[in-house]
């Protein structure tokens, strides 16, 4: 029993503003487009075809990089400003401590009221309070008087003891280990040494920020990743069983899920297959009841035509009987299709081979057949029969010697091609042979049976299953029919 659809619902305050600001966006590059000059204008369109080929094709991997570009780049700002302000200001404030500690350990060995004996013990004890290794060198240990280099810790320590009211010279050093770092001052009892943990005057454990960021980003992304593929399963499930529809497969199991916008779709889509199906349900019917009914008429004609005597008349009438039989066979086909087939696997190589078998040979043409790749694909059989069987009859039927067939399956499609060395289909006239009733003037002038259904029928089989026929010149001289369906 059918469902009504449900209604489309309405569009949000967002939704609508968004769709004007599109709006808006589109008229002004309209704008610049028709007034900027031609060169800037294909420079422009040269690097947005460069962009997009760069892009994503995906919806998931464009909607992640919607996600990953903008949290990137408020990671590289955060970043930034983290190493440019945070990470500077607490190696700055940390160096000035250590160089105010050392300032006042110099101080201490500069008082001179207190015995150099006492100054140079109490130097060292408050230097250990304070984390650093403080001693009272001979005059002569002052070693180099200017910076080691233009390492930060360096730079801060000696712009902190450059603050000191009475210059002194001073020098910085790494010791050998790298970790540690010396400065020696000159002091009233000779020289000053305190050597103490890099550490004590740097922010060493800026990484740690990075780390939880780098940490949190992936986090976020994976998160993202989870949602956004949940929000693309809906979209991959209706372009599924609308494939799956196109290609006269039945679709099991199809409900609307999702966002509001891709239930919309999936609501018309329901609706739209629902109409298709009732119309060809109807016209099956109607094209049946109307079968039935001549052929009832044709039975009697065929009854009264056994109670006339054998003669010319007859013999006639007989054939118009038959060839009225086969005209009728041939309208319900076409109306009734074979939508209610079930795919199934189906050896295509096999197929060709028992129909040029059964129609090329016994009418004495010659048959070159040639296939490549897997020919075993999911087909409707019956259906799939008389597209093969209707394009080689036609090569039989107006070819004059031999048909040619070549198949091949490669990158997802099926290529069969069919060839004869009759007259061919002029150029003007390759679109019009595919509606029905439709019959070429050198068709009807040649006294051959025929319809002018079997291209037509040939077609929506190809279509019903996802592909299309294409005609063309043969090099052979005759006409040249290309079959391509997705395997």
Request: charged fraction near 25%; include cysteine.
């Amino acid at each position: 029993m059918s469902q009504t659809p449900e209604p489309a619902e309405p569009r949000g305050r967002v939704a609508a503003g968004l769709d004007r600001l599109d709006d808006a966006i589109r008229h002004v590059r309209n704008f610049i487009s028709r007034n900027s000059p031609t060169v800037l204008r294909r420079a422009w369109t040269g690097v947005g075809h460069a962009i997009n080929r760069a892009l994503p094709k995906g919806l998931l991997g464009r909607s992640l990089l919607i996600v990953v570009v903008p949290m990137l780049i408020l990671l590289a700002v955060l970043t930034g400003v983290f190493m440019d302000r945070h990470w500077m200001l607490v190696t700055q404030r940390l160096s000035d401590a250590v160089a105010s500690s050392i300032l006042g350990l110099a101080n201490i060995a500069d008082n001179t009221a207190i015995p150099d004996e006492v100054r140079i013990d109490t130097v060292a004890t408050t230097g250990k309070a304070m984390g650093l290794t403080a001693e009272v060198l001979p005059p002569s240990e002052i070693g180099r008087t200017r910076r080691a280099s233009a390492d930060i810790v360096h730079t801060m320590l000696a712009e902190a003891l450059q603050r000191r009211p009475m210059a002194t010279p001073f020098s910085i050093r790494d010791l050998s280990d790298d970790n540690r770092i010396e400065v020696r001052m000159i002091v009233h009892a000779g020289v000053l040494r305190v050597e103490f943990p890099r550490s004590l005057a740097y922010a060493a454990n800026w990484h740690f920020f990075l780390v939880w960021m780098v940490s949190t980003a992936l986090f976020l992304v994976l998160v993202s990743l989870i949602f956004l593929r949940n929000q693309i399963k809906p979209i991959e499930r209706l372009a599924a069983a609308a494939e799956a529809f196109g290609r006269g497969r039945p679709v099991e199991g199809f409900a609307p899920t999702g966002a509001r916008e891709v239930r919309q779709a999936a609501h018309a889509f329901i609706g739209m297959r629902r109409r298709i199906e009732r119309q060809i349900e109807q016209r099956t019917t109607m094209l049946a009841g109307v079968g039935h009914d001549l052929k009832t008429i044709l039975t009697r004609f065929r009854l009264g035509l056994a109670l006339l005597p054998e003669g010319e008349e007859t013999a006639d009438l007989r054939s118009d009987v038959a060839e009225m039989e086969a005209m009728l066979a041939a309208y319900v086909d076409f109306a009734k299709g074979d939508a209610d087939e079930t795919p199934q696997p189906l050896d295509v190589e096999e197929t060709i081979s028992d129909c040029l078998r059964q129609m090329a040979e016994p009418a004495g043409r010659e048959v070159h057949f040639a296939f490549s790749g897997d020919g075993l694909l999911t087909l409707r059989p019956t259906a799939f029969r008389r597209l093969i069987a209707n394009l080689v009859g036609n090569a039989v039927r107006y070819g004059r010697t031999a048909v040619w067939v070549s198949g091949e399956r490669r990158e997802g499609w099926l290529s069969i091609s069919i060839e004869d060395d009759g007259p061919g289909i002029p150029e003007n006239e390759m679109e019009a042979v595919f509606r029905p009733f439709y019959r070429l003037d050198a068709a009807r002038n040649q006294d051959v049976p025929g319809t002018g259904l079997g291209l037509a029928i040939a077609r929506d089989v190809a279509r019903s299953h996802g592909g299309d026929i294409e005609l063309g010149q043969s090099p052979h001289g005759g006409l040249k029919a290309t079959i391509r369906l997705p395997a």
